[in-house]
Every structure is written in C-alpha cells, then in structure tokens.
Nanobody, 121 residues
Framework: QVQLVESGGGLVQAGGSLTLSCAASGSIFRIDAMGWYRQAPGKQRQLVAAITSGGSINYADAVKGRFTISRDIAKNTMSLQMNNLKPEDTAVYYC???????????????WGRGTQVTVSS
C-alpha cells in the first residue's frame, strides 16, 4: 500500500501564503503522477494542480499564476506553494498519487487524509 501524509494547512488572511507538503511512503515501485485536489463544503472534489513523472504540470484555471506545484522524485515528496490566497481557496486539500506497487503491474490511485486550508477575508 501507499501512505500519503499531508502537512502545512492552516488559517491565513486573504493575500497571504501557505505551502502544503505531501510525503509518499510504502511499497512504491513507481509514481506516475502526483497532485493536489480540494473539496469545499457542499462541493465536489476538484483538481488543483498535478505533475506527472515526466514533469508535465496542469493547474486549475482558478489557481494559475498563484499556485506552484513541485516534486522531488527521489524523495517521493510534493509541495504546493500557494500565494495570494483568496477566501474561495478555503477547502480541505488532498494529496493524490497514481502509483505502481512493488511487484505490481498496474497503477492505482491513492489519497491522503486531507489538510484544511482556511482563508479569511
């Protein structure tokens, strides 16, 4: 199995910054992609940013220019630098990875437990 542990959430005023981190551990053979999703109360979970093993990056339109995703392949860690935060960024942020386990053939999706980000106006 894969364990994902997020850290770095908290309360910040609008215009402020936070950095989220995610560390993946377990019987990992290969990570194909890592990303951040968020879910606000009463809304569906949505992609925030994702990065593939090849380095391709995708951002949600709502965060382009404000958020930056990065990944340390050797350490199986990922970060999300969030600048100029807005109240509408308030949500639980989940770390996600698509990974192949040692001895496995297929990549599966794994999720962290989430970290709360609250932006006050």
């Amino acid at each position: 199995q894969v364990q994902l542990v997020e850290s770095g959430g908290g309360l910040v005023q609008a215009g402020g910054s936070l950095t989220l981190s995610c560390a993946a551990s377990g019987s990992i053979f290969r990570i194909d992609a890592m990303g951040w999703y968020r879910q606000a109360p009463g809304k569906q979970r949505q992609l925030v940013a994702a990065i593939t093993s090849g380095g391709s990056i995708n951002y949600a339109d709502a965060v382009k220019g404000r958020f930056t995703i990065s990944r340390d392949i050797a350490k199986n860690t990922m970060s999300l630098q969030m600048n100029n935060l807005k109240p509408e960024d308030t949500a639980v942020y989940y770390c996600h990875t698509k990974a192949v386990l040692t001895g496995g053939m297929w990549a599966y999706n794994y999720w962290g437990r989430g970290t709360q980000v609250t932006v006050s106006s």
